[in-house]
């Protein structure tokens, strides 16, 4: 059991320039959850999936778009990336009637 | 919307006492209430919880004591070790969301002076 994986580990990208963070769990969980944790704000909810093909906004949406591509994965796009987006990026997953949320290992962003 | 505020942001202690770090939440009727702990450059890890029909829980040295009156809930460390340091998550659930979105304080740093 990898638990939940992100790719990649880190990245660094330029002003306007686009990417997707992947993640994906193999714990057959229905919900996932992408996270932003900046200094001294704590994690903060981008998006949240309940299960395989939908989506709900978090705190913090804009400039982002997600895709729960099946019950594994879900994906986290920057289309034009900007500088306030450099941050650590976690996926989490939950499992159908339970609290716990499990964490990946995170993907760190820096935007130039 | 909810908020989860955190005190304190940092917290010193010597080897061998304790800690306590206080989370207080706005949405009454919130009902799920974990504690992270994430060492440097590391995942958050769930190290316990409390829902909202229980007043405190223990686990070893960790316990979670909730205040739903007051709407407050905290952490207590006893014994510190350094290996108890690390950043401190508070966080809570709304059951308003009905969409399972939690709601995290910003953190604590926890620092155990050998």
């Known amino acids: 059991n990898a638990g939940v994986t992100q790719t990649p580990k880190f990245q660094v990208l330029k002003t306007g320039q686009s990417m997707t963070l992947q993640c994906a769990q193999d714990m057959n969980h229905n919900s996932m959850y992408w996270y932003r944790q900046d200094p001294g704000m704590g994690l903060r909810l981008i998006y949240y999936s309940a299960s395989e093909g939908t989506t709900d906004k978090g705190e913090v949406p804009n400039g982002y778009n997600v895709s729960r591509l099946n019950k594994r994965e879900f994906s986290l796009r920057l289309e034009s990336a900007a500088p306030s987006q450099t941050s650590v990026y976690f996926c989490?997953?939950?499992?159908?009637?339970?609290?716990?949320?499990?964490f990946g290992p995170g993907t760190r962003l820096t935007v130039t | 919307g909810e908020n989860v505020e955190q005190h304190p942001s940092t917290l010193s202690v010597q080897e061998g006492d304790s800690a306590v770090i206080k989370c207080t939440y706005s949405d009454s009727a919130s009902n799920y209430f974990p504690w992270y702990k994430q060492e440097l450059g590391k995942r958050p890890q769930l190290i316990i919880d409390i829902r909202s029909n229980v007043g405190e829980k223990k686990d070893q040295r960790i316990a979670v004591t909730l205040n739903k009156t007051a709407k407050h809930f905290s952490l207590h460390i006893t014994e510190t070790q350094p290996e108890d340091s690390a950043v401190y998550f508070c966080a809570a659930l709304p059951s308003t969301s009905g969409t399972y979105k939690y709601i995290f304080g910003t953190g604590t740093r926890l620092k155990v002076l050998a």
């Open positions: 989490a997953s939950r499992r159908g009637g339970s609290y716990e949320q499990y």
